[in-house]
């Protein structure tokens, strides 16, 4: 168990940024979560806005991306939640969030999250997270994140999802 620290450090960049390694690393954590399937985010991460990538006195504990969701997936989630998402309103997402298990409970989420949200400037994000996720909530909350639409089962898990919307600003 990792205990309470101050000593950590977050560092966001375009995917080009990162070495192989440090992408490796990345796709790891995120798959340790079981939202992601191996294949598809060695597909997309390449793609993302940026990442952001947290460490604790050195160690690797916590991810992030803003992604830029394709066609197919905004239309999954509009149609899931019964919300419309514009490419427009809403050109980026918020995910691939994972803090690895020895680290939770630390409130490490929305440092992270929070520099990673910042490379999209002033457009407008969603999100989605496990509908029963509190932490999370929490976190996307104080983000100026609200939740919207209807809960939909999930594709990789038990439970469902909800969605999450910052419009721009």
Request: aromatic fraction near 8%; proline fraction near 6%.
């Amino acid at each position: 168990m990792i205990g309470p620290s101050k000593n950590f450090s977050v560092v966001v960049g375009p995917p080009a940024q990162f070495s192989p390694d440090e992408l490796a690393e990345f796709v790891d954590l995120v798959t340790a979560g079981g939202e992601v399937t191996r294949d598809g985010l060695l597909r997309h991460v390449g793609d993302a806005q940026c990442l952001g990538f947290m460490r604790l006195e050195n160690v690797l504990v916590g991810v992030a991306g803003l992604k830029t969701p394709r066609d197919s997936y905004r239309d999954r989630i509009q149609q899931s939640a019964s919300v419309a998402l514009t490419n427009a309103a809403f050109p980026y997402e918020l995910g691939w969030i994972f803090i690895a298990p020895n680290a939770r409970g630390k409130n490490l989420s929305y440092p992270l999250c929070a520099a990673v949200v910042a490379g999209a400037g002033a457009a407008g994000v969603i999100a989605t997270s496990r509908a029963d996720n509190e932490g999370m909530h929490r976190t996307l909350f104080r983000l100026g994140f609200v939740q919207q639409g209807a809960s939909w089962p999930s594709r990789q898990s038990d439970g469902a999802l909800s969605l999450f919307i910052k419009p721009a600003n």
